[in-house]
């Protein structure tokens, strides 16, 4: 390859990468393009000028801002993994950097009131189970999820630090937001209140705190790469009590907690230097 094209990031190894992203040490992931801006602008301390995006912006938003990045990954498991591995070549390969991936989201509570904040231990896909499964030369692949004890600790004690309702356990990816988790609110749905309601009450009997839609794709990239990575999310409804999300209640609880994050490694690597 002469040139390589990280085609849906809009950017190539022909570009200076390394002088553009070389800095680059945290990278955030929310799924929309206005919560990445949201982040940038909440990571600057200029507040005149709104943080441009870098390169192609019809899949995915980037904002640099110092040594983070903001990123929108849209949503489910394709759109996340392809970000996943163009940044990964982005970053580790041509900026020759080495970054930590935190995911920041919403999610869906089970037995968890909304405006929590859960702080994933282990990402868990529709079976309960601990590993991504793929197909690949159209043979099944399965790989292990993996979210680093040590950021999840660290959010951990920042959140009871600052006494934001939070708690850490397992979550669970599904890939679509109506069948696979259970609503029957969808536009197809088969099966009985009844059903659904034995079937959350299992998902509660596992320890599954809550649900989303990228934290495998998410966690088992992360672990084939070994990339130090954690994910945060807001809880915006309690499962067992309804499926409709009414309105966007906002990530503030995540936010908070990440931004203070990002206060204390800056200061950190700075005390380093
Ligand atoms: N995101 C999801 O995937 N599910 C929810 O219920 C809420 C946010």
């Known amino acids: 390859m002469t040139i390589d094209y990280l085609y849906h990031l809009g950017l190539d190894s022909g570009m200076n990468l390394q002088g553009m992203f070389g800095d680059v040490r945290l990278v955030i992931m929310g799924g929309s393009k206005e919560r990445a801006l949201m ?4 990571l600057t301390t200029d507040n005149t000028t709104l943080p441009k995006p870098i390169g192609r912006t019809d899949r995915y938003h980037i904002y640099k801002v110092g040594s983070c990045l903001s990123v929108s ?8 993994s392809i970000l996943l591995h163009e940044l990964y070549k982005l970053l580790f390969v041509y900026a020759k950097t080495e970054a930590e991936f935190v995911r920041i989201g919403t999610s869906g509570g089970i037995g968890i009131e909304p405006g929590t904040v859960v702080i994933t231990t282990e990402s868990v896909n529709e079976r309960n189970e601990a590993k991504q499964d793929l197909c ?5 692949v399965s790989r292990p999820t993996y979210l680093s004890p040590e950021l999840i600790d660290k959010l951990y004690n920042i959140s009871t630090s600052l006494a934001i309702p939070c708690r850490k356990g397992k979550t669970m990816s599904c890939n679509d937001f109506y069948e696979s988790q259970a609503r029957m609110d969808g536009a197809i749905c088969n099966y009985t209140k009844e ?3 034995e079937y959350l ?11 989303e839609m990228e934290g495998v794709a998410f966690a088992a990239f992360c672990f084939e790469k070994k ?3 954690c994910m ?3 809880v915006l409804l309690n499962r067992l ?31 380093d230097h």
Do not use: F, W
């Open 136 to 140: 690949i030369l159209g043979r099944l």
């Open 73 to 80: 990954h849209g949503m489910g498991a394709p759109s996340i």
């Open 195 to 197: 059903d659904r309601e």
């Open 201 to 211: 009450n299992r998902l509660a009997g596992y320890g599954v705190l809550n649900i």
């Open 232 to 234: 945060i999310t807001t």
């Open 39 to 42: 982040i940038a602008r909440q």
């Open 227 to 229: 990339i130090k990575c």
């Open 241 to 271: 009590n309804g499926d409709q999300v009414k309105a966007e209640l906002s990530m503030i609880g995540a936010l908070q907690v990440l931004l203070r994050y990002v206060e204390e490694s800056m200061t950190r690597s700075k005390e």
